[in-house]
C-alpha cells in the first residue's frame, strides 16, 4: 500500500511539473511551423533562415531581420573553427 502511494505522489508531481512547462508565460516559445526569418536563441544569439544551427533553435524570439536581433542585445554566432579546415598531407 505503501508502494502504492508512493507511485501516485510521483505521478501526480510529474504531471505537475509537465503541466508547468505547457503553461509557461517564456517568450522562447516552441515553434513547430511557419518560422520566422530570424530566431533568437535562449543563449541570445542570432541565427538568420539558412544558416548551420537555424533549424536546430527550437526554443526562441522572433525577429524579421537580422539588425532587429542584434538591437534587442543578442549577438552573431561565433565562426566555426572546426569548419571547412583542411589537413595538410605531406
Do not use: W
Not at 43 to 56: D, L, P, R
Not at 71 to 77: D, E, H, T, V
Amino acid at each position: 500500500m505503501e508502494r502504492k502511494q508512493h507511485m501516485i505522489k510521483l505521478l501526480v508531481l510529474s504531471l505537475l511539473l509537465y503541466s508547468s512547462t505547457l503553461f509557461a508565460s517564456d517568450v522562447y516559445t516552441y515553434r513547430n511551423e511557419n518560422h520566422p526569418p530570424v530566431k533568437e536563441s535562449r543563449y541570445h544569439i542570432c541565427h538568420a533562415k539558412g544558416t548551420e544551427f537555424y533549424a536546430s533553435v527550437t526554443h526562441f524570439k522572433e525577429f524579421n531581420t537580422i539588425q532587429e536581433c542584434i538591437a534587442s542585445g543578442a549577438r552573431l554566432p561565433k565562426p566555426n573553427p572546426y569548419k571547412h579546415k583542411t589537413r595538410r598531407v605531406e
